[in-house]
């Protein structure tokens, strides 16, 4: 049959019978898998950062017992000071809060650093106390604990472990003291507080630059203008954080005249620098995406160029722009650095965005170095932390599906 | 659509032609404006460190070890140790980068579910707070790997289960993972489907087409890529709080497990936890100038890349 | 048509759910040049990359019948398409030299057949390249770059390229349509050469082409084969009306 061709036989079953490769197989099954490790990795960012706060989720018997034993042996209220505790479990200190949240009403056993003369002299009330003070300086926190209070919260300190919980929504967050508060609602209050103001500033500036940048520069402008406004997104969080404590605080201060040095205000500001970025390289691909018909239509009706971008092009644009923001919010909510140096670092719930705040991420970077591994503190900030990680996932993933369903709909009409 | 352009309708086919245009002006003015300030802003930041680190940014500042109680002299073993770091994260990151980018381009098809949630994966890494990975380099690396090695093999003596360079390292390649694998992704996809062809057509496998042809068109994506992560470690503080970052070391880290000092948590703690911080400002300012002229430049040197890569493409 | 090289039988390509080949049914001699003709978008294109299985790589593709080639059909699920390909050799529109010297072009297939001895590659490259008709004017620059060659050249080399895993069939996929007429004429009579140790299928558009170098030319039209038969009489004698319309130039 293939007689001019006597050097090929080519063509059967055999030579082309299906060949095992290894080093093909191999390269594809390890490839799946490095693929599958990304993953495989945010399921363990989730886990071993919720693996660490579990503690505070465990109500049961051996928390309880320690509970039941620390009451006993402070059932007299005169051994409460020159007890030194060893047992360093701080789900056995606290009680049930009273419904005032004053922080008298805890019965608590003290620490080896506690001086007991300190006890009965203490003022009532804390809360006046500038918040700054709450975290440095613990023993001022020590409140008197009239004779029936403490059976009072003696008693509740059967009731269990949950008291961290309760603490929770609360507005105080006192982690270092006799009888540590977590807050959260404080810390909550805080990081909303600075999100606010830094989206309020870089939302509009980033959002309007890029449809700048998108609808009216022209092209050499667009092409000088983006990677220069990209640019910001180089600059290490630190280094605005560093300049934000600096340089702005001061400048601020000299302008407005309010008290406090560092607060929710300078770290909105620092942190819109921060969000600018990412806000404006999203919404401008969203606005560069907008179908061209659009623009032709519209101008083809007679209307001028900015009647096109902000009523024709804006709102087509919008899902993406919503995404932006989201992204925006999620980096604000989450940025460390900033808030750290920034901010102020006090956990005061006031209204006016001159004083200053604590957010969530800030209360991580800044107490995290000095908790005791498997301490309430510690497992409450990895507690924090998953709230965080919670928190940007469920963002990112309203971002990418519910405004993708969006945009399809609106493009192709589905 | 439709809708949209009707109302627009009524408003383009309203009287008022000149008052519209003074709000056209108006408005074009604001976008203007708002592009004008964020550029302003960003040189106003950028001159006032020049200007305030400019007198002690020197060859002695950079080369020498802070000292008096970091009040004073250099800054060498945070540029050390910021080093080390990103060339540590970058051994862990770019294979691992560059494999999960081949596998979404090479070998994933289009409709995989599981390519749908590797996309989302390394999304969602991108936007997780960078303090997350600190706490979960401190709960997992630190707490888990390290501790448990510890247990398993240096019966339990503290070697690894604590803060280093190593854990750090690995922590700041988990964050700027992403930013390979977009770099990557983006070179994969501009490697012309005819060479590809060309590669199986001669009877060459898929392994063999990838590592004869894809990956030599990619190398510099890889090292855009490299370059925009090494940046982007360099300039992170949050990751590396508790993972590694050290307060003021006698002398440079000597083998993974040692502690390391790093520029950016340098400008940290010397501007908020100094012990004289007017004293030690011509530093702070000196040190993040450093800092600024390292991510910002190799920024640009990316940015360069990228752009011939796209001309190149078209 | 005695030496049949490739039997098609009832060979059908759907994209996703749209059918774009519909029951092809034709024999493909040996050592002949078969040409494809017909109007653009009308499968002639997708049909020869049907024959070394190209059309695996594209996503959302299924194909039912059979495409025997000597008697083994390449669809089978177990045949190896790595090896089909390497035996089935393919010439593209568009020259797609790698962006290496014209030496690591020529000794791509070599290479990645295993042969790794220096002096059996040179020797694969000389021979590649003198069938390609293209040696004398490259032999001195083989370390050169290939993107630095003319269109023309690039071309030549692309099918010296594939000689060099020494295939039995060479599928042309309108391989001189973006040269011009020296080069084109050039790769003809390389195709005149060729035939005699090949089976060559080539995809054309232009239907002097077809005429100058085919023997057999088969006529496409909407995803179907019309017509098939020798050259001559195709263009000559017809017997289907659209294929005379389209010969005559009424449509296309």
């Known amino acids: 049959m293939n007689t001019q061709m006597p050097i090929k036989q080519t063509f059967t079953e055999e030579s082309l019978k299906k060949q095992f490769r290894l080093s093909e197989f191999l390269a594809e099954k390890i490839i799946s898998s490095v693929a599958f490790l990304s993953i495989a990795i945010i399921f363990l960012i989730f886990i071993f950062v919720f693996k660490e706060s579990l503690p505070l989720f465990s109500f049961g018997s051996d928390a309880k017992a320690k ?55 203490e003022p009532v009330s804390q809360e006046d106390l500038k918040p700054e003070a709450y975290g440095d300086t613990p023993k001022e926190d020590l409140t008197v604990a009239s004779a029936d209070e403490t059976m009072d919260a003696v008693s509740e300190n059967q009731e269990g472990a949950d008291k961290t ?113 990412i806000i404006y390289t999203i919404s401008e691909d969203a606005l560069a995406a907008v179908p061209k018909t659009y623009t032709e239509a519209s101008l083809a009706l007679g209307a001028s160029k900015w009647q096109t971008a902000f009523f024709v092009v804006l709102p087509a644009a919008t899902p993406g722009i919503f995404a932006a923001l989201l992204l925006g919010v999620g980096r604000v909510f989450g940025e460390t650095m900033i808030a750290l140096m920034a901010t102020g670092n006090a956990a005061l719930s006031s209204l006016n965005p001159f004083e200053s705040v604590r957010t969530f991420a800030a209360t991580i970077g800044s107490e995290m170095a000095e908790t005791v591994f498997g301490d309430t503190h510690y497992s409450v900030l990895f507690f924090i932390g998953s709230l965080l990680f919670i928190f940007s996932f469920a963002l990112n993933a309203v971002a990418e599906f519910y405004v993708k369903g969006k945009l399809l709909k609106k493009f192709q009409g589905k | 659509m439709n809708k949209v352009i009707n109302e627009s309708e009524d408003h383009f086919f309203s009287s008022k032609k000149s008052i519209s245009d003074i709000k056209g002006t108006f408005f074009v003015g604001i976008t203007q404006l708002a592009v004008i300030l964020i550029i302003a ?129 690995l922590t700041m390649s988990l964050l700027t993972l992403p930013v390979i694998i977009v770099s990557v992704e983006e070179a994969l996809k501009t490697i012309p489907r005819e060479l590809r062809e060309a590669s199986l057509a001669l009877g060459a496998t898929k392994w063999q087409t990838i590592k004869n042809v894809v990956l030599p068109g990619s190398v510099s994506g890889i090292m855009t890529g490299t370059i925009l992560a090494v940046s982007r470690g360099a300039g992170e503080v949050a990751p590396i709080l508790f993972t590694g970052a050290a307060y003021y070391l006698a002398t440079l880290p000597g083998s993974l497990s040692d502690q390391f000092m790093n520029l950016g ?50 | 048509m005695k030496d049949i090289k490739i039997k098609v039988n009832d060979l059908s390509l759907y994209y996703g759910e749209k059918k774009a080949l519909n029951e092809i049914t034709m024999d493909i001699p040996a050592n002949k040049v078969t040409a494809l003709i017909g109007p653009s978008g009308c499968g002639k294109s997708t049909f020869l990359r049907c024959i070394n299985r190209m059309n695996d790589l594209m996503p959302s593709v299924s194909i039912t019948g059979k495409m025997l080639v000597e008697g083994v059909d390449i669809y089978d699920r177990n045949v190896d398409v790595v090896n089909i390909r390497k035996k089935i050799g393919m010439v593209f529109q568009k020259s797609n030299p790698f962006p290496k010297s014209i030496y690591e072009n020529v ?37 050169d770059s290939a993107l630095g060659l003319s269109g023309g050249q690039q071309q030549r080399l692309c099918i010296g390229r594939t000689l060099a895993v020494s295939p039995d069939i060479i599928l042309m996929d309108e391989p001189a349509s973006a040269l011009d007429p020296i080069s084109t004429s050039k790769i003809e009579e390389l195709i005149h050469q060729l035939k005699e140790q090949y089976t060559i299928i080539i995809v054309t558009h232009n239907m002097q082409q077809a005429a100058r170098t085919s023997d057999h030319t088969a006529f496409f039209y909407m995803g179907e084969l019309i017509e098939m038969g020798k050259t001559n009489s195709i263009f000559t004698k017809p017997v289907q009306k659209q294929t005379e319309d389209y010969i005559t130039g009424r449509f296309g």
């Open chain 2, 265 to 314: 948590y340098h400008i940290y703690i010397m501007s908020t936890q100094s012990s004289d911080v007017e004293k030690t400002m011509p530093i702070q300012f000196a040190t993040t100038l450093v800092l600024l002229i390292l991510t910002l430049s190799l920024n640009v040197v990316a940015v360069l890349i990228r752009s011939r890569i796209r001309r190149n493409a078209k």
């Open chain 1, 67 to 121: 509970t039941e034993i620390n009451a006993t042996t402070e059932a007299k209220p005169e051994t409460y000071g020159a007890e030194p505790t060893e047992e360093l479990k701080p789900e056995s200190y606290g009680a049930e809060p009273t419904e005032e949240l004053k922080p008298e009403s805890y019965g608590d056993t003290p620490k080896e650093d506690l001086k007991p003369e300190t006890y009965g002299s």
């Open chain 2, 41 to 169: 802003i960003l040189f106003v930041i950028l001159g006032i460190i020049i200007y305030q680190g400019r007198s002690k940014f020197s060859w002695e500042f950079i080369s020498s070890f802070p000292t008096n109680g970091m009040t004073e002299g250099g800054i060498f073993p945070a540029l050390i140790g910021t080093f080390i770091l990103v060339i540590v994260m970058s051994i862990a990151a770019v294979p691992f980068g560059t494999i999960t980018a081949l596998y979404l381009t090479e070998y994933a098809s289009e409709n995989s579910k599981f390519a749908a949630a590797v996309r989302f994966s390394v999304r969602t890494l991108a936007v997780v707070p960078s303090i997350i990975f600190g706490l979960f380099g401190l709960g997992f690396f630190i707490q888990f790997l390290g501790a448990g090695a510890d247990t398993a093999f240096n019966g339990g003596e503290l070697r690894w289960g604590q803060p280093n360079i190593l854990w750090a390292s």
């Open chain 1, 165 to 277: 919980w309760s603490t929770f929504f609360t507005t105080e967050w006192v982690p270092v003291s006799e009888n540590p508060r977590f807050g959260l609602l404080a810390l909550l209050f805080g990081t909303l507080k600075v999100t606010i103001i830094a989206m309020l500033i870089a939302g509009p500036l980033a959002v309007l630059a890029a449809l700048y940048t998108s609808c009216f520069a022209s092209k050499r402008v667009k092409e000088i203008i983006k990677p220069i406004i990209e640019m910001l997104a180089a600059f290490p969080s630190v280094v605005i954080g560093f300049f934000a404590l600096m340089v702005l605080a001061t400048f601020f201060q000299d302008v407005f005249g309010y008290e406090s040095r560092l607060n929710a205000f300078i770290g909105g500001v620092a942190m819109a620098l921060a969000a600018i970025p």
């Open chain 3, 107 to 143: 000794a791509y297939g070599p290479r990645i057949n295993g042969i790794k001895d220096k002096t059996q590659l040179d020797e694969i490259v000389e021979t590649s390249l003198r069938q390609a008709a293209i040696w004398d004017e490259l032999k001195d620059r083989l370390d």
